[in-house]
């Protein structure tokens, strides 16, 4: 009785802990995408988080230094999709691609400089806060109250976003400029500062994620970390239809199914595990062939914004 | 008005240039980050590359994969498709000419080669297809679906190498050796330069036979330009779609198959160090130019072939090539947006003037 207790609860918290980094660049894909700019960039923005946060606990030591810089370092490269997609308009999905490849590129090489050799060593990571009284709750306890303060930040941010978007003026805007900029310009809102702020929101969001893999999960720093994690909260947030709730649902169904793959393994039953590495990736497009057609995305969605000038 | 259509005639290599020389200054910074002489690494990079025999057939051997993957992606965006499945479409193009050489014999060459390199284009173009018809048919984005495949490819490869198709008694998983039969000829002597590189032209040429001369090709742009028009003019927005992405898989196809009988004569886990990816940025940067595509896939070549010689003699992380290209991906967006603008000011000014 107590194994299979101990066998729950150890695969739920293994299921949260891959769930969080999706669901931060998840919950940054939902504000970029409501209001209406397309990021492929998610990865990219992951990978800098992790890179970010990795050589700044690296030299300073101080996690809460690095959460930080990863916050001011994922938002500016949300600026900088934000730029090329809002102003200079260039195809979304180029710019989100040009971010991945550059992060890709530079996360990989600066590493090498700031870790030399040293990427075996272990960083610093988050500690966990148990909070008093609830954290004694069998199983429920664990997972939910004896977390990282990241993790608690995410379980605020999700009734905070869901109720932010559908119940405030603000999450009106921003979804109407996702949906028909025009007539939001029309009542006064500008489309260029919204998409700006949701898409630097974005990068910060995703960069946390990146934060969160690097100082509460692995703690260590390799290239190429993120492994397509971006690319799978983009799917979540198809198969989640753009709204907070259901998005990280599908991250904690993808987390989940990552975490089986390591468990799996100490069954011995005879599945090859490359199997259960692909899994989430098969899952991820089993959901969205199961959606098509079903899951709308916001109609200006990917749709560069050209203001009406008065001498056209 | 001479100087204007100079002007006009030259821009399209402006940008790419624009973009290529800014992310050699901005890896020039990384370099001297890393505490080495720019100039230094730079020209032991490219003489290396470029003005060494065996250098040279390194870049060229380099070169092919890139070139037939970034002919893919070219493809696919001519009918405005982002295919970013390459990667994935290399393995499996590896893995349908691995088991022609493997498991068909007694073909004299000139029939087992042929055949081993269509059935790796045969494998890349399901890879591909699948995308395209989740796209052309459910209305999928197709740049999720060909990532995801992606990984998937790259596992399923792992497990064949690492399962039924390894070689017995192997320390890591690769297959055993292909037929002699199967494997690609050496074209320049002592180095390992394969005929690959060859067949990468042979396409660049059929593309732009295709391109240039047949309906075939209008049909690609129309569609890549203007779907609901070009449904109007009654061609199937669906076909052509399924059509691309079925050739890109298949180019990137044709790459893996080079190299698995070209180079490696055997399939081996991971074996592409990202040439899908690497074939992304060269189709941006050549701008829906096949000479374009070529140059930038030799330019992509040199810098891979130079820099295992840069970290080898002068100590700067093979890395920074991966940091340049990505970064001319980031400067051709900004240079060709920039251009869009420029062009939109120019005609503004001569209509009104």
Redesign the interface.
């Known amino acids: 009785m107590s194994d299979s207790a101990a066998f729950l609860s150890d695969y739920l918290a293994a299921s949260l802990r891959l769930s969080v980094p999706l669901a931060f660049a998840a919950l940054g894909g939902l504000f970029s995408e409501r209001s209406g700019v397309l990021n492929?960039g998610l990865e990219g923005m992951l990978l800098t988080g992790a890179f970010v946060s990795a050589a700044t606990v690296f030299y300073t030591g101080s996690v809460w230094v690095a959460i930080l810089a990863a916050l001011i370092v994922g938002g500016l490269v949300g600026l900088l999709h934000a730029y090329?997609c809002v102003t200079?308009?260039?195809?979304q999905?180029?710019?989100g691609?040009?971010?991945?490849?550059?992060?890709?590129?530079?996360t990989?090489?600066?590493s090498?400089?700031v870790f030399n050799s040293k990427t075996s060593q272990p960083l610093q990571g988050l500690d966990a806060i148990a909070i008093p009284g609830l954290s004694q709750i069998p199983i429920v306890g664990s997972l939910f109250f004896n977390q990282d303060p990241l993790v608690y930040l995410l379980l605020l941010l999700v009734p905070l976003i869901t109720y932010l978007l559908f119940k405030t003026s603000l999450g009106l805007t921003l979804r109407a400029v996702g949906e028909y900029p025009r007539a939001a310009e029309t009542a006064g809102v500008s489309v260029l500062f919204v998409r700006y702020l949701s898409v630097m929101l974005s990068g910060c969001l995703a960069s946390l994620g990146g934060a969160y893999l690097v100082l509460v999960h692995v703690k260590f720093f390799m290239?190429d970390i993120s492994a397509?994690k971006g690319?799978?909260a983009?799917?979540a947030l198809?198969f989640g239809r753009w709204h907070p709730i259901s998005t990280v649902l599908a991250c904690v169904l993808f987390g989940a199914t990552e975490a089986l793959q390591l468990r799996i393994q100490a069954f011995g039953l005879n599945i090859?595990y490359?199997?259960l590495?692909?899994l989430p990736?098969?899952i991820?497009?089993f959901a969205?062939?199961g959606l098509?057609?079903k899951s709308t995305p916001p109609a200006a969605l990917g749709i560069p914004y050209v203001k009406e000038s008065l001498d056209d | 008005m001479k100087a204007n259509q100079i002007l006009r005639s030259i821009t399209p290599v402006l940008s790419p240039l624009f973009a290529i020389s800014s992310a050699l200054l901005v890896g020039a910074g990384l370099i001297a980050l890393a505490g080495v002489n720019p100039i230094a690494a730079y020209s032991v990079l490219f003489r290396e590359a470029l003005a060494n025999y065996y250098g040279f057939g390194t870049t060229l051997t380099k070169t092919a994969p890139l070139l037939l993957t970034s002919l893919g992606v070219f493809v696919a965006l001519k009918a405005g498709q982002f295919n970013i499945g390459g990667e994935g479409q290399i393995y499996m193009g590896g893995l349908g000419s691995v088991l022609v050489g493997l498991y068909v014999h007694g073909l004299p060459a000139l029939i087992h080669v042929p055949l081993a390199l269509l059935s790796g284009f045969l494998f890349g173009a399901i890879w591909g297809l699948i995308p395209g018809y989740l796209k052309a048919i459910r209305g999928i984005n197709e740049v999720i679906t060909t990532l995801l495949l992606n990984y998937i490819a790259l596992n399923l490869i792992n497990y064949l190498v690492s399962n039924p198709l390894i070689e017995p008694g192997a320390p890591s998983p690769y297959s055993p050796t292909i037929a002699t039969s199967a494997q690609l000829p050496i074209i320049l002597p002592q180095t390992q330069t394969h005929a690959g590189i060859l067949i990468g032209f042979a396409a660049t040429i059929v593309l732009w036979i295709v391109f240039q001369r047949l309906p075939l090709g209008y049909q690609i742009e129309a569609v890549g330009q203007n779907p609901i028009a070009a449904r109007y003019a009654g061609i199937s927005v669906e076909r052509t779609i399924m059509l691309v992405m079925a050739t890109a898989g298949g180019l990137a196809g044709l790459a893996g198959a080079g190299e698995v009988t070209g180079l490696k004569y055997r399939l081996f886990d991971q074996f592409s160090p990202g040439y899908g990816f690497d074939a992304i940025a060269i189709a941006f940067l050549s701008r829906g130019n096949l000479v374009g595509v070529v140059m930038t896939s030799l330019f992509f070549g040199a810098l891979r072939s130079g820099a295992n010689v840069m970290q080898r003699s002068a100590g700067v992380p093979v890395t920074v090539v991966y940091a340049i290209q990505g970064l001319a991906v980031l400067f051709i967006a900004i240079g060709l947006a920039l251009e869009k603008r420029f062009a939109i000011r120019q005609s503004s000014v001569i209509t009104s003037g």
Request: cysteine-free; proline content about 2%.
């Open positions: 492929i090329l200079l308009r260039v195809d999905l180029v710019s691609l040009a971010i991945n490849l550059s992060a890709a590129g530079l990989a090489f600066l090498r400089l290239e397509g690319f799978i983009l799917a198809i090859p490359q199997f590495v692909m990736y098969v991820a497009l969205l062939i098509a057609g």
